[in-house]
C-alpha cells in the first residue's frame, strides 16, 4: 500500500458539505494542498456549512471555489487553474425521501454533475478519482451483508439510481480513457456537524424542543451507522492507491464504506436519548417510500486492500455527536 503523498493538490467536490469538511481538514492537517469546490444550496442551513468553511480557511493550503458541478465551463476552469492530481467526488444531491418530491436537483448535481467531472478528469488527466456512492444502491436486496459483488439493479428511490448510474458511468469512462476510478458506498454516516436533514440530527433537535420523531416502519429497522471519523480514515488510505488495472483492462474498484454491524433504530434512539439526558415523544408511523428495512456492509475488500474496518460504537460516536451538539446549538 502506498503512502499517502501530501505534495499532490486534492480536489474535493461538496468541499462544505459534511464528509467533504472532514475529509478535507485531514488532508489539510497533512500537509496537503486541498482545492474545495460546493454551490452551497440552502438544501440544509447554511450556516452549518460557514461554519465548516471558516474552520478550513485557517489552512493555509485551503483555497475554496463557490461554483455548481453542473457547470461545466466552472468545473473545466478549477481543472485549469489548479490541476488536481486526486479528485474526490462528494458532490451531489443527498437524501432519498427528498428525491421523491425533487427529482430535478438530482439529474442537475449527480448526473450532469459527475458528468462534468469524468469529462474533466479524461481532459486534464488525473492520478485518480475517487468517487461518493451509496449503500442505498443495494435497494430491497435480502441477501446480508450487502457485497460489492451482488447485483444492484433495483433501486427503490432516484437517489439511489442516480448512484448506480454514476457506478456505470465511472467504469465506462475507466475503460474508454485509461484513468483509475475508485467507488465507495457509504453507509448511513453521522458524527459531530453532521446533516441536519439525517435522523439522528433531526431526533435530537425534537426531543431537545420536546416535539415528537417520526419513527418509521414502527421502528423495525436497522442500519449499518458508520461514525465520520471511519468513512474518512478509509477514504484517506484510498486516496493515493488507485486500483491496478484488471484483466478486462479497467482500472476500477468499488468499496463498500459501513461499520459491518447493523443497528436497531430503536437501540440508536435509546442511545441517542442517554445522551442528550432526555426521552423523545415517538410518533410510530408506516415505512416510507424509498426506504429500505436494513442496511450491512460487507467490508471484506476493504479489509484485505487497507487493513482496516471501521469499529466505532454507536455508544461512542452518539456520544461526541450530542457533545458538540449541545455546544454549537447553545443548549
Known amino acids: ?20 469538511f472532514f475529509l478535507s481538514k485531514k488532508l489539510l492537517s497533512e500537509g496537503a494542498r486541498v482545492v474545495g469546490l460546493d454551490i452551497i444550496t440552502d438544501y440544509y442551513e447554511v450556516s452549518l456549512k460557514e ?7 485557517t489552512f493555509e493550503k485551503y483555497t475554496f471555489i463557490k461554483g455548481d458541478l453542473a457547470d461545466k465551463e466552472c468545473i473545466f476552469k478549477v481543472f485549469e487553474d489548479y490541476k488536481p492530481d486526486v479528485v474526490v467526488n462528494l458532490g451531489a444531491q443527498a437524501g432519498v425521501r427528498y428525491s421523491i418530491d425533487n427529482p430535478d436537483a438530482y439529474m442537475q448535481s449527480n448526473m450532469m454533475g459527475f458528468f462534468n467531472i469524468l469529462e474533466a478528469c479524461r481532459h486534464y488527466g488525473i492520478f485518480h478519482l475517487v468517487f461518493a456512492s451509496s449503500s442505498s444502491v443495494y435497494g430491497g436486496n435480502e441477501k446480508v451483508p450487502f457485497s460489492t459483488d451482488d447485483k ?7 437517489y439511489a439510481a442516480t448512484k448506480k ?34 435522523a439522528y440530527f433531526k431526533f435530537a433537535k425534537k426531543i431537545m424542543a420536546g416535539e415528537p420523531i417520526q419513527i418509521y416502519n414502527n421502528g423495525d429497522m436497522m442500519r449499518d451507522f458508520t461514525y465520520i471519523d471511519d468513512i474518512v480514515e478509509g477514504v484517506f488510505n484510498i486516496l493515493c492507491n488507485p486500483p491496478a488495472t484488471n484483466d478486462k483492462g479497467v482500472a476500477y474498484k468499488i468499496y463498500n ?25 415517538k410518533e410510530y408511523l408506516p415505512m416510507q417510500p424509498g426506504d429500505v428495512y436494513q442496511t450491512y456492509a460487507d467490508v471484506s475488500e476493504l479489509m484485505k486492500d487497507f487493513g482496516f474496518k471501521p469499529d466505532t460504537s454507536i455508544d461512542e460516536g452518539l456520544g461526541k455527536f450530542v457533545e458538540w451538539f449541545k455546544e454549537y446549538y447553545k443548549y
Open 1 to 20: 500500500m502506498n503512502k499517502f503523498d501530501s505534495s499532490k493538490t486534492y480536489l474535493i467536490t461538496g468541499g462544505a458539505g459534511f464528509i467533504g
Open 51 to 57: 461554519a465548516r468553511l471558516k474552520e478550513l480557511e
Open 152 to 158: 444492484v439493479d433495483g433501486p427503490v428511490s432516484l
Open 165 to 198: 448510474s454514476n457506478e456505470l458511468m465511472a467504469h465506462a469512462y475507466s475503460k474508454l480513457y485509461h484513468y483509475p476510478v475508485t467507488g465507495l458506498r457509504f453507509f448511513t454516516v453521522y458524527g459531530p456537524m453532521g446533516r441536519p436533514d439525517m
Open 257 to 281: 464504506i459501513g461499520n459491518n454491524q447493523p443497528v436497531k433504530l430503536m437501540d440508536y434512539i435509546q442511545t441517542l436519548e442517554k445522551h442528550l439526558g432526555r426521552e423523545a415523544v
